[in-house]
C-alpha cells in the first residue's frame, strides 16, 4: 500500500554554480558511495547527477512529511545507479519499497518518491492491536 509520494523540482543552473564552487555542497548532500559516483563524471554530469540526489533527497523527505531537518537527513537517503543507469533508492529510516524517478532538461531537474509500506505492516498492527486490547481476532 502507497504510504505517500514526494515530488520536487530545482533549477540546473541553481546547481550549476554550487557544482562549479567545487565539492563542498555536493559532500553535504550526498552519501560517501554517492559521491563515489559523482567524483568520476563529467562536468555535465555532475550538475544532473547532483541535482536528482537532491531533488530524490528533497522529495523523500517530502513524502516523509517532514522535509528535510531533523527527521529526515540528506545521509538518510541515498540513491545509486544501476548498470543501465536507473535510480535505485534506498533509506536507512524507512523499510518499505522506495520507488523513485529522476528527469532532467537543460532548465529543470525533477524527482519523484513514492513510499510503499513494507508487506503486511497493516496486518501485523492489526493483530498487534488486537493482542494488546486482550481482544482474539
Given at each position: 500500500?502507497?504510504?505517500?509520494?514526494?515530488?520536487?523540482?530545482?533549477?540546473?543552473?541553481?546547481?550549476?554554480?554550487?557544482?562549479?564552487?567545487?565539492?563542498?555542497?555536493?559532500?553535504?548532500?550526498?552519501?560517501?558511495?554517492?559521491?563515489?559516483?559523482?567524483?568520476?563524471?563529467?562536468?555535465?554530469?555532475?550538475?544532473e547527477y547532483?541535482?536528482?540526489?537532491?531533488?530524490?533527497?528533497?522529495?523523500?523527505?517530502?513524502?516523509?512529511?517532514?522535509?528535510?531537518?531533523?527527521?529526515?537527513?540528506?545521509?538518510?537517503?541515498?540513491?545509486?545507479?544501476?548498470?543501465?543507469?536507473?535510480?535505485?533508492?534506498?533509506?536507512?529510516?524507512?523499510?518499505?519499497?522506495?520507488?523513485?524517478?529522476i528527469a532532467?532538461?537543460?532548465?529543470?531537474?525533477?524527482?519523484?518518491?513514492?513510499?510503499?509500506?513494507?508487506?503486511?505492516?497493516?496486518?501485523?498492527?492489526?493483530?498487534?492491536?488486537?493482542?494488546?486490547?486482550?481482544?482474539?481476532?
Amino acid at each position: 500500500m502507497i504510504k505517500n509520494i514526494g515530488v520536487d523540482q530545482i533549477e540546473v543552473d541553481r546547481i550549476a554554480k554550487v557544482v562549479d564552487r567545487g565539492d563542498g555542497f555536493a559532500r553535504k548532500v550526498l552519501t560517501d558511495r554517492e559521491f563515489a559516483q559523482y567524483q568520476d563524471l563529467t562536468h555535465k554530469r555532475k550538475i544532473e547527477y547532483l541535482g536528482g540526489r537532491f531533488a530524490i533527497k528533497e522529495a523523500f523527505s517530502k513524502a516523509w512529511g517532514t522535509g528535510i531537518g531533523q527527521a529526515v537527513s540528506f545521509e538518510d537517503v541515498e540513491t545509486l545507479r544501476t548498470e543501465s543507469g536507473a535510480p535505485v533508492t534506498t533509506s536507512r529510516i524507512f523499510t518499505g519499497r522506495i520507488f523513485s524517478s529522476i528527469a532532467h532538461d537543460d532548465h529543470e531537474i525533477v524527482a519523484v518518491v513514492v513510499l510503499e509500506e513494507p508487506a503486511g505492516w497493516r496486518r501485523a498492527i492489526g493483530k498487534l492491536s488486537h493482542l494488546l486490547s486482550g481482544r482474539k481476532k
